[in-house]
């Protein structure tokens, strides 16, 4: 009996992991919603899916959120990775690379931590 709850069990956390993967990667952000609300929803569904043992990388959470704007921030993601290769990010962006970046996305009217040289890369 055991053995049966427990492979039904299973069977519905992989269906979990597949369904909160597949919102990850196909999240888009709405023309109606703010962009504090969507990075939130980005950040939710991620912080899901390392509850049930997926741990998703600052670079791809990065990736996901820059993919997931709509065409009208096409300009700003290309600065945003045009600073970010220009401050020599090679390998693996780190939690403050994230933090740099939603704050661009937040207030991108602002200098960013990059340019007043408050940030740091640890690559």
């Known amino acids: 009996m055991w053995l049966i709850l427990q492979s039904i069990h299973e069977g519905t956390r992989w269906a979990n992991r597949l369904a909160l993967e597949r919102r990850l990667i196909l999240l888009k952000m709405g023309t109606d919603k703010s962009m504090q609300e969507h990075i939130n ?12 043992g997926v741990p998703i990388k600052e670079t791809f959470r990065i990736i996901i959120l820059l993919a997931s704007l709509p065409d009208l921030y096409k300009h700003m993601i290309t ?24 704050k661009r996305l937040l207030k991108p009217d602002e ?13």
């Not at 200098?111 to 690559?123: A, K």
């Open 79 to 102: 600065s945003i990775e045009s600073r970010l290769d220009e401050d020599g990010l090679k390998k693996e962006a780190t939690p403050e690379v994230l933090a740099y970046v939603t």
């Open 111 to 123: 200098l960013s931590w990059m340019e007043s040289g408050e940030m740091m890369l640890h690559c």
């Open 41 to 52: 929803k980005v950040n939710k569904t991620v912080d899901k899916l390392t509850s049930v």
